[in-house]
């Protein structure tokens, strides 16, 4: 599986031509910053901890790279913060599909984290890293039979 960073095309790709009017218009008016770049970085932040919440998955050393296969769950979530910020009134809230889709983006990081849902590898060019450190808990085994249990044989 290949992983990558989550880009603004991604954003702008899963986004309605209404919701990026309102995007750029409300949010970009009047010289505010755009709040797209961190919510991306807080939104790979969040998968990369899910992922790394399940001892058996491995991250891929470059900090904003997700694997494919969760990029579409990063974005409904990016998507759904980004159309919550302007959201003014009841009638501004992102509609049930996005609700929806955001809700089973959080059920898929839910499974990511109680390592129900696989998470491939990093492609195997060296650049893979453990996702958390394992140790081996050796215990020492107790003797069954010493010096006073073997007396008279």
């Given at each position: 599986m290949s992983w990558r960073a989550i880009t603004e095309d991604d954003i702008r790709a899963a986004l309605t031509a209404p919701e990026d009017?309102?995007?750029?218009?409300?949010?970009?008016?009047?010289?505010q910053t755009d709040p797209l770049e961190q919510i991306i970085a807080q939104v790979t932040l969040q998968v990369r901890n899910s992922i790394r919440s399940c001892p058996k998955n491995r991250l891929h050393a470059t900090t904003t790279f997700l694997p494919e296969g969760a990029i579409f769950y990063a974005v409904a979530?990016?998507?759904y913060r980004l159309l919550s910020r302007f959201a003014i009134g009841e009638q501004d809230q992102p509609g049930d599909a996005r609700s929806a889709e955001y809700r089973e983006a959080l059920r898929w990081l839910e499974m990511v984290r109680s390592c129900k849902e696989?998470?491939?590898?990093?492609?195997?060019?060296?650049?893979?890293?453990?996702?958390?450190?394992?140790?081996?808990?050796i215990t020492p085994t107790r003797r069954r039979a010493d010096r006073e249990g073997l007396k008279g044989l």
């Open positions: 009017e309102a995007y750029r218009g409300q949010l970009l008016s009047a010289g979530i990016i998507r696989v998470i491939e590898d990093p492609d195997g060019d060296g650049t893979e890293v453990p996702s958390k450190g394992q140790m081996e808990q």
